[in-house]
T-cell receptor, first 111, second 115 residues
Framework: RKEVEQDPGPFNVPEGATVAFNCTYSNSASQSFFWYRQDCRKEPKLLMSVYSSGNEDGRFTAQLNRASQYISLLIRDSKLSDSATYLCAVKRASNTGKLIFGQGTTLQVKP | EAGVTQSPTHLIKTRGQQATLRCSPISGHTSVYWYQQALGLGLQFLLWYDEGEERNRGNFPPRFSGRQFPNYSSELNVNALELEDSALYLC??????????????FGPGTRLTVL
């Protein structure tokens, strides 16, 4: 079993839809959590860090559920430009510097 | 503010050769990380440098090595190249120190092709 798992999708949604992705992690000592966005053949771009209290940035909301060991990303009012692969990343409690990435979830927003 | 920069953009080598990839972190960042993204395999952690020292390495053979210079830029060397080394090599930087929550910002990557 992979340490960080995501549903690869693809998620095909119409413009304006709300879509949610989950990412599960197996190491309960994991300390820090992040969502990245990666466009085809480009580098991952940090979308947001995920805090225990949850956090929101415009149309994007991230939440952490430590009890069930998953993080989520909610995108409201989807735009065509949101089409990309969304990667979750986890860092363990022991300081390794290492981010462990999920395989990514592909989102395709259609007109 | 300039982001993480990497060079070259593309690199083509043949099996058995050596490759050198370079990375300059965001100004003020002292930690540099290297990741490999091979087709279908996702991002895999390679190396972490902070303040000129190697702090951690991923599950890669010793022919993957690197260093960090006094100006915090970094170099990744891959010796005795194999076909499966073909991948996008991504460098990331963050504020230094041992804070686990430091956010990592990625450069555009070097696409290495081994023929």
């Amino acid at each position: 079993r992979k340490e960080v798992e995501q549903d690869p999708g693809p998620f095909n949604v119409p413009e304006g839809a709300t879509v949610a992705f989950n990412c599960t992690y197996s190491n309960s000592a994991s300390q820090s959590f992040f969502w990245y966005r990666q466009d085809c053949r480009k580098e991952p771009k940090l979308l947001m860090s995920v805090y225990s209290s949850g956090n929101e940035d415009g149309r994007f909301t991230a939440q952490l559920n430590r009890a069930s060991q998953y993080i989520s990303l909610l995108i409201r009012d989807s735009k065509l430009s949101d089409s990309a692969t969304y990667l979750c990343a986890v860092k363990r409690a022991s300081n390794t510097g290492k981010l462990i990435f999920g395989q990514g979830t592909t989102l395709q927003v259609k007109p | 503010e300039a982001g993480v920069t990497q060079s070259p953009t593309h690199l083509i080598k043949t099996r058995g050769q050596q490759a050198t990839l370079r990375c300059s972190p965001i100004s003020g960042h002292t930690s540099v990380y290297w990741y490999q993204q091979a087709l279908g395999l996702g991002l895999q952690f390679l190396l972490w440098y902070d303040e000129g020292e190697e702090r951690n390495r991923g599950n890669f053979p010793p022919r993957f090595s690197g260093r960090q210079f006094p100006n915090y830029s970094s170099e990744l060397n891959v010796n005795a190249l194999e076909l499966e080394d073909s991948a996008l090599y991504l460098c990331a930087s963050s504020l230094g120190g041992l804070a686990g929550s430091n956010e990592q910002f990625f450069g555009p990557g070097t696409r290495l092709t081994v023929l």
